[in-house]
């Protein structure tokens, strides 16, 4: 299932400003964000990749297993929430494989809950529905736009949906404008891997979505988009 819309691309700075506040290949992230949830996140800077995967072991050097390979390893930005975790000390690391045929393993890391706190802090500030700022909110410093895992811009300035156990789910995407105002859905998405390419949002700017599993909201984000530059010739 692919919907096209008009082409835009994804404002230099922007770009910039999450590249630099988020570990890039082969450095990686691991945030345990409680609730059973470890959010293992990454940029990709070093251009065409076959294959990304990630992988976890009870041990730092042993016994690895790959828990998922990325729908869309070329994405900027990307990473996934690890649900399944035995326990929250596990180890993790990523194997990737480069556009020339050269592969090489990450070092392994564990999750750092210190991140996640002002992560979670960050998403509560950014939140639409938040009409004041939290009180501890101030002891961050230049918060970063924490990209989605599951809705956001990859490298070719498209927007990619990643929901890797969507053939077992019955997802559907609600779309708004920065105000709030409903765009589209889309419904009974079965696509691990599924992109929205020239899209045409009508307008630049920010663009909220929410990720529901049946009924039960999962997520509510968003993604930015810029005006269109030199499509027509």
């Not at 994405?75 to 399944?84: I, M």
């Not at 326990?87 to 990450?106: D, I, K, P």
């Not at 939140?127 to 501890?136: R, Y």
């Not at 019955?170 to 708004?176: C, D, E, I, V």
Request: hydrophobic share 40%; proline share 4%; aromatic share 14%.
């Amino acid at each position: 299932m692919k919907i096209c819309f008009l082409f835009f691309c994804l404002v230099g700075c922007t770009v910039f400003n999450t590249v630099q506040a988020q570990d890039t290949l082969p450095r990686f992230s691991v945030n345990n964000l409680g609730n059973n949830r470890i959010v293992i996140g990454w940029v990709n800077g070093l251009g065409v990749m076959r294959q990304i995967s990630i992988q976890r072991s009870f041990d730092s050097a042993k016994n690895y297993k790959t828990i998922l390979s990325v729908a869309d390893p070329n994405a900027v930005q990307n990473g996934y929430a690890d649900t399944k975790a035995p326990n929250e000390h596990m180890w993790y690391r990523l194997f990737y494989v480069q556009g020339n045929g050269s592969y090489a393993f990450t070092t392994a890391r564990r999750p750092d809950t210190t991140r996640a706190v002002a992560v979670a802090k960050t998403v509560e500030a950014t939140s639409p529905e938040t009409t004041a700022p939290k009180k501890d909110s101030a002891v961050i410093k230049n918060p970063a736009f924490v990209p989605s895992f599951y809705v956001y811009t990859n490298n070719a300035n498209e927007v990619f949906i990643n929901l890797p156990d969507a053939d077992k789910k019955n997802y559907s995407l609600k779309f708004f404008d920065e105000a709030n105002n409903f765009l589209f859905d889309i419904k009974g998405i079965k696509e691990t891997g599924l992109t929205l390419d020239k899209t045409n949002f009508y307008h630049a700017g920010w663009f909220w979505f929410e990720l529901y599993n049946e009924d039960k909201l999962v997520e509510r984000h968003k993604f930015y988009l810029a005006r269109a530059v030199n499509v027509l010739k």
